[in-house]
């Protein structure tokens, strides 16, 4: 019996987490977690019956107890009680699918309690990977990816040496904006950019892929997934996401991992790895997949590639800074208060009052978390 615990259970990644298990005796959903969706929180309860469920928003929290009053699962709320669900003592694995900078502590608590990690919340990576990771080594945790593309990589090197890899491709479906202009990429909408070509997922990463900041962020979470040198991973454009991602090794020789656009395929792997078990995602019919492409990322339009790659470069707290800018002005985009291009404007401005390198520790990086919304805010703020 697998025995899971899901946080950001109400999300893209919780739900299709949730569908896998209800078709699958041997999982056993021990704790589920969400910020306010009490309705979906509550039937997945009542479904799944956990020995406890957190709603993060405290205020939600009376609501989801009367909710669930007549069954047994402990009703919890607020960062207390994402802790306590992240750690409860019935998982052996928590898959974390909150979305955003709130997934971090909850991950440190599930290590701390030395549970299998399954991680689809990369922003934990990309703000303290270094601190995660080395939290894992020293609690014997294995981090299995979710991200489809590190799920890709994470399979093309199974049995691999690290040091035989000459390079990560790491592929991009290029978002619903390839090959625009920046003048075409001025008056886009928000109906626009939540139009994704392939995937269907949440509403921040569908804009971060947009923009094309998702892969700047994936580009950082396989660094420190992968303890890979950052040079040796490239972006590359392909239209169709059946390609997952590639790695080249030192004899020419490429590995690549294929399927169709579906995250039950790399949560199914992450949850029975080391088997492999159906999935229930979508088949791949390669007869109906005549052409492959891949192209180079158009880095002067997008500029979010470079503006990631540059804060994991220089190091310290400044990935942290880039994750809690693009945050904060992806929200303010979702509401309708910034255009489309102040997304990366604001990144940027944001990036430049922050000084890299030095010590990085978990109050430093929740600091500059917090700097760097309210500089995106204000200025923000002062756009519209
Ligand atoms: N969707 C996808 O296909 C993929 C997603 N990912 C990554 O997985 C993560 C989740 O993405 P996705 O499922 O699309 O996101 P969604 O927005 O669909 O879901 C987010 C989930 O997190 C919960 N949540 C949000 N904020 C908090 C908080 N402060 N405390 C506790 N729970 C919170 C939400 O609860 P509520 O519903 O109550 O708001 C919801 O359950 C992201 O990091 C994303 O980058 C990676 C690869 C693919
Ligand atoms: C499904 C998944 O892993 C997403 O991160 C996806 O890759 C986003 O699509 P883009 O390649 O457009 O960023
Ligand atoms: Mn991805």
Request: contains cysteine.
């Amino acid at each position: 019996m697998k025995n899971i615990a899901v946080l950001g259970s109400t999300g893209s990644i919780g739900t299709q987490t949730l569908q896998i298990a209800g078709n699958d005796k041997n999982i056993n959903i021990c704790a589920l977690a969400a910020k306010s969706n009490v309705k979906l929180l509550a039937e997945q309860v009542r479904k799944f019956k956990p020995v406890i469920a957190c709603i993060a928003d405290e205020e939600k929290y009376s609501e989801l107890a009367r909710e669930t009053r007549d069954l047994s699962t402990k009703i919890v709320c607020g960062a207390d009680g994402m802790a306590e669900t992240a750690s409860v003592k019935e998982a052996d694995s928590v898959l974390n699918s909150v979305v955003g900078i709130a997934g971090l502590i909850p991950t440190i608590c599930a290590v701390k309690a030395k549970k299998r990690l399954l991680l689809a919340n990369k922003e934990t990576l990309v703000c303290a990977g270094e601190i995660v990771m080395s939290l894992a080594r020293g609690n014997g945790v294995d981090v299995i990816p979710v991200d489809s593309e590190h799920s890709a990589i994470f399979q093309c090197l199974n049995g691999e040496k690290r040091e035989k890899i000459k390079k990560i491709w790491l592929t991009a479906s290029g978002g619903p904006f390839f090959g625009k202009t920046r003048a075409e990429l001025e008056n886009k909408t928000k109906e626009d950019a939540l139009k994704h070509p392939n995937w269907s997922m949440g509403a921040k990463i569908t804009i971060d892929s947009a923009t094309l900041m998702n892969k700047g962020l994936e580009i950082i979470e396989a660094c420190h997934l992968f303890g890979v040198d950052i040079d040796k991973i490239t972006p590359v454009i392909h239209r169709q996401s059946i390609v997952h991602s590639m790695v080249e090794f030192c004899d020419g020789s490429y590995m690549a991992q294929l399927g169709s656009p579906d995250m039950r395929l790399p949560i199914s792997y992450a949850i029975n790895y080391p088997e492999r078990k159906p999935s229930f995602a979508d088949e791949l019919d390669i007869f109906q997949k005549s052409c492959l492409t891949f192209d180079k990322p158009d880095y002067d339009t997008f500029k979010c590639l470079n503006l990631a790659v540059s804060a994991y470069k220089k190091g310290g707290v400044l990935p942290a800074v880039l994750n809690g800018a693009n945050e904060a002005a992806v929200d303010l985009f979702l509401q309708g208060k910034i255009k489309f291009l102040d997304i990366a404007d604001l990144v940027e401005n944001a990036l430049e009052k922050f000084d890299g390198g030095g010590k990085i520790t978990l109050d430093a990086v929740l600091d500059a978390d917090k700097e760097a919304r309210k500089i995106v805010y204000e200025r923000g703020l002062s756009l519209c």
